[in-house]
């Protein structure tokens, strides 16, 4: 009897009777579907009062509104640190168990979040989304230490951010001390 209810049960939980008409995804609730819709109609009906951001759902908003008010209700029980979203102490605490659950189809390295493991696998596809608006060079990373958009801007722009001499002085010691360890993370000082 036992096994006969669990079945149902089961089955009752695999059921997902609402179909949207773009994709296909099924949903176990209408609503579920009417925020999935969303992804292909482009509406975000929910907007942040204080900088008008707008968003799909109210619980997207509702996380957003804490960079506004700066709360952080989730905390590391192993030192401290608080966060604005569970999202982010999950992966926070990876730092303390070493766990790192994306694994690479490719290659099979492993990752702490599933956003590093897909910059990861552009180095496997090639991948480069990311365009200079100056000069049309691609680049497979928005930010990153080496070879990034925000970096090669700097080439149109004629920032130098470590124009001062101390600056100039932290960021040869810092190449200096990297490079002595059998390799750099960080640019020749003499490209800026």
Known sequence: MTTFSTSIEQEQEDQRPYSCSDCGKCFK???????HQRTHT??????????????????????????????????????????????????????????????????????????????????????????????????????????NLKTHERVHTGEKPYSSILDRFFFSLLWARNSSKGGSILPSPNRF
């Open 29 to 35: 609730t209408s609503n579920e579907l009417k925020v």
């Open 42 to 147: 482009g509406e975000k009906p929910y907007s942040c009062s204080d900088c008008g951001k707008c968003f799909k759902t109210s619980n997207m908003l509702k996380v957003h509104q804490r960079t506004h008010t700066g709360v952080k209700p989730f905390f590391c029980p192993d030192c401290g640190t608080s966060f604005s979203q569970l999202s982010h102490l999950k992966a926070h605490e990876r730092i303390h168990t070493g766990e790192k659950p994306y694994s690479c189809s490719d290659c099979g390295k492993c990752f702490k979040t599933s956003n590093v493991l897909k910059v990861h696998q552009r180095t496997h596809t090639g991948e480069k989304p990311f365009f200079c608006p100056d000069c049309g060079t691609s680049f497979s990373q928005l930010f990153s230490r080496l070879d």
